[in-house]
Nanobody, 119 residues
Framework: QVQLVESGGGLVQAGGSLRLSCGVS????????MGWYRQTPGKQRELVAV???????IYADAVKGRFTISRDNAKNTVYLQMNSLRPEDTAVYYC?????????????WGQGTQVSVSS
């Protein structure tokens, strides 16, 4: 069974920083793309940033220059460093990973972590 566990969310003032972490555990052969998405009430979940196994990264325009995604393959962990946070960054942030197990390639989601930015 594969699990993704996020941590690092919280409440911060505008202009502040937070670092999210997402660790993957279970019967894993390899991990392809890892990423972060976010969702606010009444809106669709949206991409924040993804990082491929070769460390190529893609960012949403809204976070370019402020957020940095990285991964530690030895620890099966992906990080999201969020700087210069704005109230509009307030959302539940979800970790996602495309994971090869012994049997199949599937997309997995974490449970979500709340990020709240006050003005």
């Amino acid at each position: 069974q594969v699990q993704l566990v996020e941590s690092g969310g919280g409440l911060v003032q505008a202009g502040g920083s937070l670092r999210l972490s997402c660790g993957v555990s279970g019967s894993i052969v390899s991990i392809n793309v890892m990423g972060w998405y976010r969702q606010t009430p009444g809106k669709q979940r949206e991409l924040v940033a993804v990082i491929q196994s070769g460390n190529h990264t893609i960012y949403a325009d809204a976070v370019k220059g402020r957020f940095t995604i990285s991964r530690d393959n030895a620890k099966n962990t992906v990080y999201l460093q969020m700087n210069s946070l704005r109230p509009e960054d307030t959302a539940v942030y979800y970790c996602n990973a495309d994971i090869n197990t012994r049997y199949q390639l599937s997309s997995y989601w974490g449970q979500g972590t709340q990020v709240s930015v006050s003005s």
